[in-house]
């Protein structure tokens, strides 16, 4: 499966392919790249797709390199990325050359910061082996490293020249790692796709068997809506992009007040998706059969609906601190129905306490 | 004087306007950005403008905080960035909100990566107070810190909401200063407009004499000859944005080979335009006549033609770094005749060293 991204000059395509990994170096031998390659990785996921990605890159007539990151959100300081700058140097590489982030989100925001800042911009392919970055953190251009006051703080705008996503990979992942990418799947349907949302209804059983056939067609799908939004919308100068943001305002206020050490971002997300949803219902917005479906689908596949002990207050707080505030105003995606959503900026505080008490069990 | 800068939605004015500092806040308003600002400076641009610009920011109702760098290049570092990504933090910040940058070239690079970083790009302003940052480094969004490898390594193109110049400001410059700015004024006149280069000719004694009408004339049409530019090519996509590189391929090879210490960087381009006259010439590209008038007028207005003691080894390694290589090739832009450029990338080290070695006095 191959997904245009049109974004005139900085277009690009999503290719879905089982196996795809050890194709890398045909396609970026196909878009006529510069010959060096450096292929940033952490050293687990460098272990089991290392040396099929450096083979496919060498046998293709690339120079390769490598550079080792730490796994995980350890990988997004300002330290991290001047490693690579350095190592980037080192091995001589300019602006047409490429880096090639290979891993999960982290690693994908990581590598596109430094190769987004380098010489003020350089080649970039991801090669996302997550659900979550294959669905979502991947695409879009969207880098960033971290601050101590408030996650992905710095960062860019990046266009990847290709986005090669190999769906046998969430086969091989941890339970909970892969559930958590759902999340972001259940989201894309909620506000973008009706029908996309009734095919998880329908799909789940075989979806948590990571069933390659059904793992193609919903990670791919969920690639293709993304793209829809990136295409119209891709530095976020409108509101549709923050359709992809549903859950994640209160998902990403309940990560930082617990400082991000007590669900995966999928979990937070999700039980953001079911407050947001509850919000929804509560200024009027969206009937009760709408948030019951989320609810169901959500918990269909594995993911939390409810949680314990949330400090309202703290994440309140949090949301004041969100990227997508306006001059203060802190907008809320919302769904009215499944496959839409709506941007509201005057939501009250005590509506967004009440949604968070129906979190609790 | 009001010149746009034609780039879509990223469009912006230079306005040069004598005793425009004093107008700052209300430009910013006519552009209907966010409340906040904050304005990046140094101490001694601070303690000669910061009143008046922040009143003027104050006036048109506008949320004024401050931080301050170090003077000159010592501020394009990763440390610098990161306190004011702090600051930024700390006041509050959104992407709706402005930064200013009030003073050189240094202050509008290192102040125009923080913004461009910050939240993925917030709004910039550029308010530059030295020629050089006047009709160079403020127009065209280019934004970077330093590497200790390389200098300007690190940086993204985050165009400027508004760049405003005030001429007046040229008045006070140290002599030193003032004329290292005018080698960037004499770089637009021969490879992009053989009229300004008479222009200058003719304007030699009131441009020194900094006669305000004057100053107001040849900045401007620096800045018009630098926005034409930026608009057909905005991030160095083409050869035609290379034409700015003139004497800059070699210019800062030589600053690069002497750790910076030794030329301004307006010096070391004058050196640098002289050694690639002398280079298109020895390549049969340009007449001697046209390497002479480029020299003439540099001699004229007090830049250095000539230099002992160049390592021409060490000019030339550093000119392999450039971060306009090509997978390993180095773009000369030379100048067949005033008013026009070519760019050559197979230039023979040979005749590098020759064209330095016309430095020598």
Redesign the interface.
Known sequence: MQIPVRLG?RSYSIVVEPGGLAKLGDHLRTLGL???TMVVSDAAIRARYGVVVAESLRTAGFAVTEVDIPAGEDAKT?DVA?RC??AF?EAGL????TIVALGGGAVGDLAGFAA??????MNFVQVPTTVLAQVDASIGG???ID?P??KN?????HQPRLVLVDPLTAITLPERDFRSGLAEIVKHGIVLDAAYFEDLERSTAPLLAREPGTLERIIGGSCRLKASVIERDP???SELRFALNYGHTIGHALEAATAYGRWTHGEAVSLGIVAEAHLARRIGLAGGDTVERQERLLAAVGLPTRATDVDATAVLDATRRD?K????KIPFVLAPAIGSFRVVYDVRSDDVRAALAVLAP
């Open positions: 000059p510069g010959s060096r300002l001047a700058w350095d140097v300019d602006r047409t050359s987004a800042t380098y010489m003020r911009g969207k880098t960033a601050h006051r408030a703080l710095v960062g860019a705008f530095e976020e100068q990227k505030a306006r001059d203060g």
